[in-house]
């Protein structure tokens, strides 16, 4: 069984209990590591507030060479990580090769931005006075990561933590924890308990980092069900929080579209990872008179795609995570196809493959919103079409969600592209280029979708907090009413 990563160490679990871990393709336990308990955390949380103090006194250049250390150990270990990511979460190869290759990235782009980070000098009310606006580190910050995509999404949270001066707990989805523990490798250049690793269950080891007092920050990405567990549990100490939630992202297919372009767009961003994305697309609107041959297309390459282990460089699609995704994707087409939806392709287990998770990418029509896959978060390889007669119509199809994580368009019209990023309440909106990340650039969600935003500067500003200094030279003494003005 696998140790937990504490102050530089490996160390036993407490409880000495483990969590199997299994390989989604083919069921089998590929590895068992500790299911961490409360004395697990706060060890970790005493070695990262132990450390904290000297982190945070770090200079930013030398934070800096050392985030950039990080990079390239994720960068010389693409191959080893990769295959691991592969058999634990099922995701194909090349996939998880460029998710390495992304979080990579990630910790270059915040090794630069903490590098160059600053406060900034205000007006002052007198020449004696010096105002100062300064940018400083919460302390432990607790990251609690999803199994989709565990190592770039805990470089999203780690990095600008680390960037800003903060000291880390990190607790991995306990379906994926291997990826999570072969990172310690990456951070052993760092100072003993500047990042610490627990596995576990949310209950056992996540509810006890979230109301760990040392802990100042939580950044969670799941689902919403546990992100309101995790509002409720730190508001009693009024923690900053930091929560990736759910989606349910529509893509507007204009009449204007080029299907030779759409219809791949939509295919990759509905069954990317076997639509297991949080800004994976899960609704679909095509305006109705292009609808029948996008319908037609889109069903005929949903059907190329070829099913199968992540490690075979022929697969497109892996399998589903577990068994309990795989049922509610299921159930959300049972649903849909009782109510009436028409299932072009797909809607079943592939025949043939008695052993993994799988289920063959799905195209549907005749779906309305009063269908559970148009209302619920399905996170699955479904590709649910609706048609649509007017831009108005579109755009409050796509409103139509308590959701707001992502949006989606295909048009050339640039008075179409203006409405949309003016009218779609979403966080990222992407335009004629599905799902690109851009390190620069903020990701988040309005609505059920979440709160903050993860990337670009704003995703440093996350882990920060303002501090206002207002600095007298002189210190003369002042009337009572001063600064007031009042005169005589």
């Known amino acids: 069984m696998r140790q937990l990563w504490i102050d530089g160490r490996w160390i036993p679990g407490l409880t000495g209990d483990a969590i199997a871990v299994h390989d989604p393709a083919t069921e089998e336990i590929i590895d068992t590591v500790p299911a961490g308990g409360p004395a697990d955390v706060a060890a970790a949380v005493a070695a990262a507030s132990r450390a904290f103090d000297t982190w945070r ?28 990511l592969t058999r634990e979460g099922g995701k ?29 000098v205000i007006p002052s009310i007198e020449a004696s006075q010096l105002s100062l606006v300064l940018k400083e580190p919460y302390g432990v910050v607790g990251t609690i990561v999803p199994w989709n995509y565990p190592i770039l999404l805990m470089a999203w949270k780690v990095a600008p933590a680390l960037a800003a001066g903060n000291t880390v ?35 056992a080891a996540g509810e006890p980092l979230v109301t760990d007092a040392r802990v100042r920050v939580i950044a969670f990405t799941g689902s919403l069900e546990t992100g309101r567990r995790i509002a409720r549990l730190a508001s009693d100490q009024m923690k900053k929080l930091h929560l990736e939630l759910g989606g349910k ?12 372009v759409a219809v791949p767009g939509v295919a990759w961003a509905s069954l ?10 899960e609704r679909v609107y095509v305006h109705e008179r292009i609808a029948p041959a996008f319908v037609e297309r889109i069903a005929d390459y949903a059907r190329s795609l070829r099913l199968g282990s992540g490690l075979d460089p022929h697969t497109d699609i ?36 008695g ?7 799905t195209v549907l029509t005749g ?30 199809l796509a409103n139509d969600s308590p959701f707001g994580l992502g949006a989606n368009l295909y048009s050339y019209d640039a008075r179409t592209v203006k409405r949309f990023y003016e009218e779609v309440q979403a966080g990222t909106l992407w335009v004629n280029d599905p799902l690109t990340d851009n390190d620069a650039g903020p990701f988040g969600g309005m609505k059920l979708s979440g709160l903050g935003r993860e990337l670009g500067e704003e995703g440093l500003d996350e882990f920060r907090q303002t501090k206002h200094l207002h600095w007298d030279f002189e210190g003369e003494a002042k009337p009572w009413w001063y600064p007031y003005g009042r005169e005589g």
């Open 367 to 396: 779906v309305d919103h009063s269908m559970r896959i148009m209302r619920e978060e399905t996170f699955g390889p479904t590709i649910p079409i609706m048609t649509f007669r007017t831009l108005d119509e579109a755009i409050a």
């Open 272 to 281: 990317l990872n076997a639509g297991q994305v949080c800004t994976g697309t």
């Open 318 to 353: 892996g399998p589903m995570i577990g068994p309990t995704y795989r049922a509610k994707v299921e159930a959300h087409v049972e649903d849909a196809r009782a109510r009436g939806a028409r299932i072009v392709t797909g809607g079943r287990r592939p025949p043939g493959m």
């Open 249 to 260: 992202d529509a893509f507007i297919v204009a009449e204007d579209a080029n299907l030779e």
């Open 355 to 361: 052993s993994g998770y799988f289920y063959e990418p």
């Open 57 to 84: 006194r770090t200079p930013a250049v030398t934070r800096a060479e050392l985030i950039h250390e990080i990079a390239a150990r994720l960068t010389a270990r693409t191959d080893e990580l990769a295959a691991l």
């Open 169 to 203: 707990v990190l607790k991995p989805s306990e379906m994926t924890p291997l990826s999570a523990l072969a990172c310690a490798a990456i951070f052993e250049h760092l100072p003993p308990g500047v990042v610490n690793i627990v596995t576990g269950y949310g209950a």
């Open 92 to 120: 194909p190869l090349v996939e998880n090769r460029d998710e390495i290759g992304w979080s990579a990235a990630c910790f270059r782009y915040y090794a630069e931005l903490g590098r160059h980070s600053r406060g900034r």
